[in-house]
């Protein structure tokens, strides 16, 4: 029953996990549009790989994978043309109590450096372990945990004063 | 609560924003790309599981229906070859002129005149196999017709 692809299940699963592996693709490429493009793609590729509901990891991997495939095919010029003509999208969704707050501490993440960024993603949205997110980035497990513990300590050196 | 779980706290109460409503449209149009694939997927299990094992069985089968095939001839042709190697040969032979019938004459385009001759010759042939055995004797007719150069004086 978990792995049928009726419309329900499969318009379920993508909202229940859809934001997550945005977040990611986002993290992962230059512009909205590729990280539409390859959520789109590593979502029908994991399903297809899984026969059915894939894993979270699963899905992370293709994500990253995808991007990379893009970054080394793409040409970064157009890339970076495109992203100049392309609204800027939330990569966080507004809370309506602190806005203020939390684009502060949306700006801080998305300003980490992407190895930080890529670990902080997946562990505090993509609910991964830190073995999981050794495999899927393709680091020991100890330097998986020191980028998150390292990323932490950036973002606290940056909000500094911010009353979170 | 230290600073780094401070953070950690906050970080939880930051939502990844809501997939865009078009990109939501165009997974749900992508669901029939992954069923349609799964379809795929199992004829490709079936096609796996059972046609290509039957076919390479077939290929199998059939390489060595040929092969055997093969080597049964080539079995064959050392039979024969053993055949070739006790073939009779002649070990005598002689020829006798049995007629010899004028059929005309013609002048050929140098003006020499030939007489044309029919002619039968009886052929007697003696044959051994060369591994020994009884001698064979054969006789056959053979007719020519031969030009024969006519002498004038």
Known sequence: MQNELSPD????????????FLLYSRHQTRTESDAEDIVQEAIVESWQRAGGIPSDALVFSTIRRRAI???????????????????????????????ETQRILAD????LQPNYREVVTLKGWGGLTFQKIAEITGVPLNTAASRYRYALEELRQNLKGVAL | ???????????????????????????????????????????RGALLRWFLPIAASACVAIGTFFWLERNRESSGQVV????????PVPVESEDFLVTARPVGILVAPNQRPYR???????????????AGGPALHTATTRRDVIPVALELY
């Open chain 2, 1 to 43: 609560m230290n600073e780094p779980d401070r953070i950690e706290e906050a970080l939880k109460k930051l939502q990844p924003g809501a997939m865009p409503p078009h990109l939501m449209a165009r997974l749900t149009v992508a669901r029939v790309q992954v069923a349609s694939r799964k379809v795929e997927a199992r004829w």
């Open chain 2, 116 to 130: 044309i001759m029919e002619v039968e010759w009886l052929e007697h042939e003696t044959v051994r196999t060369d």
């Open chain 1, 69 to 99: 495939d893009l970054a080394r095919s793409g040409d970064r010029r157009v890339a970076r043309e495109r992203a100049e003509g392309e609204p800027e999208q939330e990569w966080f969704a507004p809370d309506i109590e602190d806005r």
């Open chain 2, 80 to 87: 024969s070859d053993g055949a070739v190697e006790h073939r």
């Open chain 1, 108 to 111: 801080a993440v998305k300003s």
């Open chain 1, 9 to 20: 299940a499969w318009r379920d699963w993508l909202r229940q996990n859809g934001a997550r």
